[in-house]
């Protein structure tokens, strides 16, 4: 399939239409607004591994994802690369610094092949000044994102790194994951530091409870996916949950 079959498919259902979550910015909006912001930029097709934003540099094009995942990375104290977010077809990328200016807060990588509309900061803001529905959804997304952050870090107070790691998986679950029988399916790479820095665990102990894990039927790994195979026990033992 050339570039541009690829990208007429693509992400799309059987009716021929893109396939987007509820909670999805894209999701979200009312169809002439969704078509009004599709309309702007440019359609592109990324490959595996690809830079998209990168931390400190001074661009302000907004991405629209359409389909695929991306990880936002950040640069931590000690020098790692700690996962900040993942975002998937629907989401909006690359906001903030199209709202201020300023230089990008986060790495943005893809996570496989990832199809997207490319748009300036020139054409985002007119067409959220012009449209006050495509405004309204933006800010609820930006708030969304705030408030997912700001649980993360109260769930974790208090937990020690099984619970906290178990939490992590829960949510990515949840959020990104696809839905199969009584588990669910991670159908896109992320490793164990990266789950080191979103549980705040040391790496060795990220291994052990993924193994601990494992022995108990509770999820099961293979080449670039995770599976949970009993969502309900994962929840709890994320959540101390007792009969």
Not at 47 to 74: D, S, Y
Not at 101 to 124: D, K, L, Y
Not at 196 to 219: C, D, Y
Request: a positive charge; hydrophobic letters at 40%.
């Amino acid at each position: 399939m050339d570039g541009t079959a690829w990208e007429r498919n693509a992400g799309r259902t059987s009716a021929g239409r893109w396939a987007w979550p509820a909670s999805s910015l894209l999701g979200s909006l009312a169809g002439p607004s969704r078509d009004r912001l599709l309309a702007l930029g440019a359609q592109r097709r990324y490959a595996a591994g690809r830079v998209l934003m990168r931390e400190g540099e001074r661009t302000t094009f907004v991405l629209v994802l359409l389909q695929g995942v991306v990880k936002a990375t950040g640069r931590a104290p000690d020098g790692r690369d700690a996962l900040l977010a993942v975002r998937m077809g629907g989401d909006l990328v690359g906001e903030m610094a199209a709202a201020d200016g300023g230089p990008r807060s986060a790495t943005v990588t893809t996570c496989g092949t990832v199809a997207a509309r490319v748009i300036s900061r020139e054409e985002f803001l007119g067409c959220t000044r012009r449209d006050p529905g495509i405004a309204r959804a933006v800010n609820a997304s930006v708030v969304a994102k705030l408030r997912v952050a700001n649980a993360h870090r109260v769930d974790f107070t208090g937990c020690d790194a099984p619970t906290r790691l178990a939490r992590v998986l829960h949510q990515i679950v949840l959020t990104h994951g696809e839905r199969s029988g009584a588990g669910a399916v991670i159908r896109w790479p992320i490793t164990q530091p990266e789950l080191a820095t979103l549980s705040g665990a040391a790496e060795p102990t990220v291994q052990k409870v993924l193994r601990k894990l494992r022995e108990a039927g509770v999820i099961s790994t293979g080449y670039r996916t995770v599976r949970v195979e009993d969502l309900a026990r994962l929840s709890s033992i994320a959540f101390d949950e007792r009969s």
